[in-house]
């Protein structure tokens, strides 16, 4: 009965067992976008951000009929320009006044390898849809960071200082990411596929190089791929067929 049992559990298996391998390249950029000089309520803040190039490589199993498992390892780089400016006396500037401005301005680079575990969920009968989720750690194999901090008042220059504070980036990050892979079927075995995803990744830099400011950008990443089916054949004892899984 217990054989019986295992071989059952064996052939429902291997009826979704299928491997799926793709390789990916695209290009990553964050959203994270704060009112820049305008407001009434300082201090004001901007993030400028540029676009920079991710490749990646996943394998997914499939263990349900529309659900698979599996892992991704990709290669990111980050590359913007926080500004962070504080004014002291501004209405006072109508009655005569002279304001003081505080100014932090922080250029980030830095790449990272990540390692992701992978959940996805395909859609619809053909399953040209997929979704999934990827909770990841990444390992810094290269970056560079400078912050500036000066203080003006009115159009005197009281002090401005710039240091290299590469240093105080974190060599390891963690970033959970979300997405859509739409699937162009080339043949039964090859797929041609874009990849849509938004994630958060945790602080890249610590306060100490930032002038207290915590740098934890949101992205998004495009992608395009392709990616290769790994079929199981597997003889059918009832009618000795071959049968493609």
Not at 180 to 205: C, K, P, Y
Request: charged residues 15%; glycine residues 10%; contains cysteine.
């Amino acid at each position: 009965m217990r054989i019986l049992f295992v071989a059952l559990l064996i052939s429902c298996h291997m009826g979704y067992a299928q491997d799926r391998f793709c390789v990916e390249a695209g290009m990553n950029k964050t959203w994270s976008y704060k009112p820049g000089i305008g407001s009434w309520n300082p201090p004001y803040e901007s993030q400028t951000s540029y676009a920079r190039p991710t490749v990646g490589f996943s394998y997914l199993r499939r263990v349900g009929k529309h659900v698979y498992v599996g892992g991704k390892a990709y290669w990111e780089s980050y590359s913007f320009r926080y500004d962070r400016v504080s004014v002291t006396n501004l209405f006072n500037l109508f009655g005569g006044g002279v304001d003081s401005t505080y100014a932090t301005q922080i250029r980030f680079k830095a790449s990272y390898v990540f390692v992701a575990p992978l959940l996805d969920l395909g859609v619809g009968k053909h399953q040209f849809f997929h979704f999934y989720i990827m909770p990841g750690a990444g390992f810094m194999v290269a970056g560079s960071q400078t912050t500036r901090i000066y203080q003006l008042a009115g159009a005197t220059t009281i002090s401005d200082n710039t240091q290299i504070t590469t240093g105080s980036i974190h060599e390891v990050v963690f970033r959970f990411n979300a997405g859509m892979v739409q699937h162009i079927r080339v043949s039964n075995d090859w797929h041609i596929t874009f990849n849509e995803s938004i994630g958060a990744v945790t602080a890249l830099s610590g306060l100490s190089g930032t002038n207290s400011i915590s740098l934890m950008p949101n992205y998004y990443t495009l992608q395009v791929g392709l990616m290769k089916k790994r079929h199981y054949r597997i003889i059918s004892p009832a009618n000795g067929r071959e049968q493609i899984q």
